[in-house]
């Protein structure tokens, strides 16, 4: 493509969007805002289907589960809520973070996810039981991201305002590496499709590439 116009312009949002996240299909993408609502768009058709108001402030984290038929969202009043996608309504709350909350991530299993806040706090989510089942004391200072990623295994990482990026066994959500190497605070990150690569962005103004086989030496 080498025509940098646009292909389309969704508008409905009356606040600044936070963040986007794609439906597994390929063909929606869901939206979250500080007008507290989040709605989900049909990318083919360029349209609305569904706008979302059950939260009562700013909306930030929202991610759609692996199999497409639940979506989690996040926000500044401290809840998660999870609707169901196939009718549009909001089968659970779930409340435990203490301050807003910033970040999500579903596992690949379709059951777990985790939230991440301004709390410090990371919790891990088993939508069967729809309650918290483990929290871990991630950060010193607020968490911006958290992903599940693959390299040599399956792990979460977390990014934070407090310049570092956590590495976590995705299992056992132990501690596996501690990466220190931007000067403020880390904004967001992401793991190759290929499971070699790790990619975080700080204000610092750079973004890093760390390789999965480099880090057992940092």
């Known amino acids: ?8 312009t969704l508008t409905g949002h009356t606040d600044r969007v936070n963040r986007l996240a794609w439906h597994p299909s390929g063909r929606f993408v869901a939206s979250s ?4 609502s989040w709605r989900l ?6 349209k609305e289907v569904l706008l979302q108001e059950g939260h009562t402030k700013a ?3 929202i991610g759609c589960q692996p199999d497409g038929s639940l979506l989690a969202s996040a926000g500044a009043d401290c809840g998660v809520r999870v609707w169901d ?3 549009g309504k909001n089968i ?4 435990g973070h203490v301050k807003q909350v910033l970040a999500l991530d579903w596992a690949a299993d379709g059951f777990h996810f985790v939230s991440g806040g301004d709390d410090n706090m990371v919790k891990l989510w088993d939508m069967r039981r729809r309650e918290c089942v483990y929290t871990i004391p991630a950060h010193s200072h607020l968490i911006s ?7 040599p295994g399956q792990f979460l990482a977390t990014a934070s ?8 066994d995705a299992m056992d959500l132990q501690l596996v590496h501690t990466l220190e190497g931007h000067e403020n605070k880390v904004l967001g990150l992401d793991g190759s499709p290929d499971g070699q690569l790790l990619a975080t962005a700080s204000y610092d103004r750079t973004w890093k590439l760390w390789a999965w086989d480099e880090l057992a030496s940092l």
């Open 145 to 151: 991201s958290v992903k599940y990623v693959h390299g």
């Open 85 to 87: 996608l196939r009718s």
């Open 1 to 8: 493509m080498n025509d940098e116009a646009p292909l389309a």
């Open 59 to 61: 909306v930030y984290g």
């Open 161 to 168: 305002y407090d310049n570092t990026v956590k590495i976590w």
């Open 41 to 46: 768009w049909d990318v083919e058709a360029r």
């Open 92 to 95: 659970a709350l779930l409340q």
């Open 33 to 36: 805002s500080f007008d507290a």
